[in-house]
């Protein structure tokens, strides 16, 4: 019996295991694999090819389908965005002493890809931390100004009743952002911090991630320009390495 509190979506991701280990395989070998009845293992089978993780090859063989082979494809391109982008946010933290983050994005939440956190700066979010857009409009704007005005408005009604009083510097970071494609957070949620999101495209509208950049406000009062720009510049650099 199983001990797992979704026994079907354990049987499910067997089949997807065995599938994919042996790149063809028949429903007698599944069903002496897995041991399920006959049942119970077409259920499974017609669910998958449904949902198009599987499909039968012309020996009438189950073989992975195109969706997974397009999460796969994702999940390699996430890799391979951190890997490239992990030089570039050293580089930019060691030329202006800040610390810096990128962030993917999802259809509700962001995620912390990778960081680079300069030893004199502010830590920032740790990496793999998730959240939910309604929780960081800072990080989120450059992705949630690309949804539906309906659920634009979700979003925002929800942080502005978790934190009073902010729709007016909201709808300033918005509109500066819709103006200059960048976010510039000049004490939006910390009067003395200071936050720059530049959003990463992937031949889409909407960015796939934001580099972002965090730092005592003092610490860029000079050259907060030279940033921005700097910052534009990686982020087309990482875009056009990855996508």
């Keep these: ?102 962030i993917g994005y999802s259809n509700d939440q962001f995620i912390v890809l990778t960081k680079q956190a300069h030893k004199d700066n502010i830590t920032m979010m740790s990496v793999d931390t998730c959240r939910y857009y309604e929780e960081s409009i800072t990080w989120a704007l450059p992705y949630i100004v690309h949804l539906e005005e309906e659920e634009q408005k979700r979003i925002e009604e929800i942080y502005v009743n978790k934190n009073n009083n902010i729709l007016e510097h909201m709808n300033q970071l918005k509109s500066h952002f819709l103006e200059n494609g960048y976010v510039l957070d000049n004490g939006f949620v910390n009067k003395n911090i200071l936050r720059i999101g530049v959003p990463l495209y992937a031949g889409e509208s909407k960015p796939i991630a934001v580099l972002g950049a965090g730092t005592f406000k003092q610490h860029l009062e000079d050259n907060v320009d030279d940033v921005i720009e700097a910052m534009k510049d990686t982020s087309t650099k990482i875009s056009e390495l990855v996508f």
């Design 1 to 102: 019996m199983s001990l797992t509190p979704a026994p079907a979506l354990e049987k499910g991701l067997k089949i997807l295991e065995i599938i994919a280990r042996e790149e063809q395989v028949s429903f007698n070998q599944l069903q002496s694999m897995t041991g399920y009845n006959v049942s119970s293992l077409n259920r499974y089978l017609h669910t998958l090819r449904y949902l198009d993780y599987i499909q039968k090859n012309l020996n009438n063989k189950y073989i992975i389908g195109l969706k997974f082979f397009s999460l796969a494809e994702k999940s390699n391109r996430w890799h391979f965005l951190k890997e490239v982008a992990k030089k570039y946010l050293v580089d930019l933290s060691n030329r202006y002493g800040i610390s810096l983050l990128l």
